[in-house]
């Protein structure tokens, strides 16, 4: 049974930055393209960023460009999601997710969330 366990969120100002980690089982990393998504109170879950099985290849969302990097360490079975620059609507439940393709039909894994809270 593939597991997902996000840590790293948290309380930050506007303008902050907070990195959260996503520790996998290793049947879920080593197979699986990775991403993170968000859900904020009374909207869909959004894809925010992914990253492909080899690192290679990235998506980010239009809304997080430029101001959110993800990365994944394969040695340690880690994935991080690095949030600058943080606004309030970046305000969410933040996942951590596996699966064949980032895109939300191919998701296989997920984790327990973890909260983003930003104050402004």
């Known amino acids: 049974q593939a597991q997902l366990v996000e840590s790293g969120g948290g309380l930050v100002e506007a303008g902050g930055s907070l990195r959260l980690s996503c520790a996998a089982s290793?049947?879920?990393?080593?197979?699986?393209?990775m991403g993170w998504y968000r859900q904020a109170p009374g909207k869909e879950r959004e894809l925010v960023a992914g990253i492909s099985k080899g690192g290679g290849t990235y998506y980010y969302g239009d809304s997080v460009k430029g101001r959110f990097t993800i990365s994944r360490d394969n040695a340690k079975n880690t994935l991080y999601l690095q949030m600058n620059s943080l606004k309030p609507e970046d305000t969410a439940i933040y996942y951590c997710?596996?699966?064949?393709?980032?895109?939300?039909?191919?998701?296989?894994?997920w984790g327990q969330g973890t909260q983003v809270t930003v104050s402004s």
């Open positions: 997710a596996a699966g064949s393709r980032v895109g939300l039909p191919f998701i296989n894994y």
């Open positions: 290793r049947s879920a990393f080593s197979i699986n393209a």
